[in-house]
């Protein structure tokens, strides 16, 4: 049997770990933190449960990238989702301005409403949903086709900035700022973030988004059954430390408590940045690390996370973004009231996420969590109100209906996934210099290869899909993917 250590038991640690248990490999995934999943980990306050970091996410319509690959791994009965709303998939609110759009799901109302919206501009909003769904034929793993050896060769567009699109096809400022209505959840400018990330994010929510019911840990608790079943284990509180390397080769990681773990291959779901801090120095070159070391991260957030009062505020069965023109900090936000189960009119809790610069937080930067001094949860306290006052203007009775609430900065989000400057979604992607954040699954050392969202894409999707072409590079090119679709031949 071969076997194989999964560094950081995240999604993409798990998704990965779990398609080389079913391709026989003996997985052992180690996790820094006391409960697996990363992104996907619920934690309890008070006795409530909240989602650290996986609030919305596509894929899981029928014939969907994701439905089929956790079909195949054996986890959709599993798990237990809610979609959103036919008719507001998404609700855009300009706050200045009071105007709210409420976006339906698919391609073709999506186009008729924003056509009703801005009938002006009717053929070029068709023209250019068109091209955001071509855009992502470009990206054979999104529809989970197999790939030619070396990859396609892709359009002018595709690798253009979403400004460049959207300048291309639309003319209305109000329309393309509706449209860019994702970028909080992109983390880079629209001046340089690639179209590409930009139509597969819009593409996934146009063709209808989900929710976890209850806990998003359910998804990483099913992902370890499937790795444990096959003779594995997924083990937390397991911080790597270090990763020795000899003649090129991963001889063994070394773990806090001390512990050694030997495989014949080693996948590492985290950050680059600090990989490279924790590998013997030698094993990359100069200019690799420098390269890594330069690349800007994506945005990082500021939560708020409310336990609201019973029968207060009402449940609301999509995400909402709101957007600002204010100066004033937080010119964007994005609220949900994830689901229970048995969900009834009202809702439970809210969690509020708004972007933030790691630069906020920066003169806090050596302090630990619980450690952090009182003129931090001064600063936190203040910015926790500004955002109870944005959504005291979406519900005046907003403060009234709180039974308790607290904040996670940037600091929080950093040590919490241990990655750089708690960036939401890894390196910052720059269509001026897409080589500098490419970064490639197989690594110099010859048994090491990368998964996570840093690699390619991030989010649920994103990062699922890059643990395809992760297992696939110690199993074969296209075996996965041909498996997958192989297994679920119904789905159109
Ligand atoms: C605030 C916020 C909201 C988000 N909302 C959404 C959303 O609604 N929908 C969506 O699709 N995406 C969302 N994302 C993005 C999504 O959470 C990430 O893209 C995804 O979690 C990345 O997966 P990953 O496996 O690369 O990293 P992670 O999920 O961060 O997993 C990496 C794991 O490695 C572990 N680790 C790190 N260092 C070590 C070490 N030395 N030893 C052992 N383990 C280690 C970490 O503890 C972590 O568990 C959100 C992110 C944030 C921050």
């Not at 014939?63 to 599993?78: C, E, I, P, T």
């Not at 973030?193 to 929710?211: D, E, K």
């Not at 708690?422 to 990368?450: C, E, P, R």
Request: net charge negative; aromatic share 10%; hydrophobic share 35%.
């Amino acid at each position: 049997m071969k076997t194989c250590v999964v560094i950081g038991g995240g999604i993409g640690g798990l998704v990965t770990g779990a398609l080389l248990a079913k391709e026989g490999y003996q997985v052992t995934v180690l996790e820094k933190n006391a409960i697996i999943g990363g992104g996907l980990q619920t934690f309890k306050r008070n006795g409530v449960r909240f989602p650290t970091g996986m609030h919305i996410f596509g894929g899981f319509q029928e014939g969907g990238n994701l439905r089929k690959l956790f079909d195949y791994l054996g986890v959709m009965d599993k798990i237990k989702l809610r979609p959103t709303d036919e008719d507001t998939n998404d609700e855009v609110s300009f706050v200045d301005e009071n105007v709210t759009y409420r976006l339906p799901k698919g391609k073709d109302r999506f186009v008729d409403y924003l056509s009703d919206c801005f009938p002006d501009e009717k053929e070029q909003i068709k023209a250019y949903v068109d091209r955001l769904f071509e855009l992502t034929e470009e990206e054979e793993l999104f529809y989970l086709h197999e790939a030619p050896e070396n990859g396609l060769s892709h359009s002018d567009d595709f690798l253009g900035s979403v400004n460049q699109l959207m300048d291309k096809y639309l003319t209305d400022v109000k329309l393309k700022s509706l449209l860019g209505y994702l970028s909080p959840l992109i983390g880079g400018p629209g001046e340089t973030t690639p179209a590409y990330i930009h139509a597969l994010l819009s593409t996934l929510h146009i063709n209808g988004t989900y929710q976890f019911v209850g806990e998003s840990q359910q998804m990483a608790d099913a992902l370890a059954q499937v790795i444990e079943n096959a003779g594995g284990q997924v083990v937390a509180n397991e911080k790597v430390v270090r990763i020795e390397v000899d003649n090129r080769q991963v001889t063994q990681v070394v773990t806090q408590k001390g512990n050694t773990y030997q495989a014949d291959s080693y996948i590492s779901a985290m950050h680059p940045d600090v990989l490279l801090k924790i590998i013997d120095s030698q094993a990359f070159t100069t200019a690799f690390k420098q390269r890594v070391q330069s690349v800007p991260e994506t945005m990082s957030s500021f939560k708020v996370f409310v336990k609201l009062k019973e029968n207060t505020i009402p449940y609301i069965n999509h995400p909402t973004f709101c957007l600002a023109h204010a100066d004033e900090w937080p010119q964007s936000m994005m609220y949900v009231t994830p689901p229970v189960e048995n969900q009834g009119i009202f809702a439970q809790t809210i969690v509020v996420i708004c972007p933030m610069a790691f630069e906020q937080v920066r003169s806090w930067e050596q302090t630990t969590s619980g450690h952090r001094g009182a003129d931090y949860l001064s600063w936190k306290q203040k910015m926790m109100d500004k955002v109870l006052d944005c959504m005291s203007l979406k519900y005046p009775v907003f403060r009234n209906s709180i039974e308790f609430c607290f904040a996670a900065s940037p600091l929080t989000i950093r040590d919490y996934y241990g990655n750089k400057e708690g960036s939401n979604y890894g390196f910052q992607k720059d269509s001026n210099n897409l080589m500098l954040s490419q970064i490639s699954v197989a690594t110099k050392v010859k048994n090491l290869f990368l998964t996570g969202q840093n690699v390619n894409i991030h989010g649920l999707c994103g990062v699922s899909l890059t643990a395809i072409e992760s297992a696939e590079a110690l199993v074969g090119h296209n075996t996965i993917v041909r498996k997958i679709n192989n297994f679920c031949p119904n789905h159109p």
